[in-house]
T-cell receptor, first 115, second 114 residues
Framework: KQEVTQIPAALSVPEGENLVLNCSFT??????LQWFRQDPGKGLTSLLL?????REQTSGRLNASLDKSSGRSTLYIAASQPGDSATYLC??????????????FGGGTRVLVKP | DAGITQSPRHKVTETGTPVTLRCHQT?????MYWYRQDPGHGLRLIHY???????DKGEVSDGYSVSRSKTEDFLLTLESATSSQTSVYFC?????????????FGSGTRLTVV
């Protein structure tokens, strides 16, 4: 059974500092990995998706890396802003297409960026 | 969220009563999912559908049933609500391609069972 872990569970940084969020998974047979953002009381918004054959993916200030063999992904957010305050979740999809694109989530990292 | 709506947004119900949550999509996506989110457990899959009348169980399906009679609607029913089913429920959709590209979540339904 796939298990996804995110450490730390919460993180507080001053504005301008770079954020580093970690995600680990136990089964390397994944099709891809996604990072989501969740604001309080809201749904999830996809930030970055990394295919299992890729090493990293970038979008603006966000960069996500993937080391499938070691079961790890890292989300970097450069020059953090108060608007980056949210919960960040990582999720993996299974390699087998027959599994139906079901996501397995980590518990999330709650981020607070202080002005 | 654009293309996917959940109803109701909030509900309080009594233990032992049946409850139905509705998810409606306008994207014509093949896959639809119900997840629940609880502190300390993250999001866990309850049931999912891969087509009209085609559904399967997820990780935490006990006490829940689903139905999908039309592409656009996916219903989640708590047959006899219990306090352990107090949670935030999220519906999601994705296309038929492998890998959940374009996964979109609804805004959630906060259910309280008293």
């Amino acid at each position: 059974k796939q298990e996804v872990t995110q450490i730390p569970a919460a993180l507080s940084v001053p504005e301008g500092e770079n954020l580093v969020l970690n995600c680990s998974f136990t089964d390397s047979a994944i099709y891809n990995l996604q990072w989501f953002r969740q604001d309080p009381g809201k749904g999830l918004t996809s930030l970055l998706l990394i295919q299992s054959s890729q090493r990293e993916q970038t979008s603006g200030r966000l960069n996500a890396s993937l080391d499938k063999s070691s079961g790890r992904s890292t989300l970097y957010i450069a020059a953090s802003q108060p608007g980056d305050s949210a919960t960040y979740l990582c999720a993996v999809t299974p390699w087998l297409k027959a599994a139906g694109n079901k996501l397995t989530f980590g518990g999330g990292t709650r981020v607070l960026v202080k002005p | 969220d654009a293309g996917i709506t959940q109803s109701p947004r909030h509900k309080v119900t009594e233990t032992g009563t049946p409850v139905t949550l509705r998810c409606h999509q306008t994207e014509n996506h093949r896959y639809m999912y119900w997840y629940r989110q609880d502190p300390g457990h993250g999001l866990r899959l309850i049931h999912y559908s891969y087509g009209v009348k085609d559904t399967d169980k997820g990780e935490v399906s006990d006490g829940y049933s689903v139905s999908r009679s039309k592409t656009e609607d996916f219903l989640l029913t708590l047959e006899s609500a219990t306090s352990s089913q107090t949670s935030v429920y999220f519906c999601a959709i994705s296309g038929s391609g492998q890998g959940a590209v374009g996964y979109t979540f609804g805004s959630g339904t906060r259910l309280t069972v008293v």
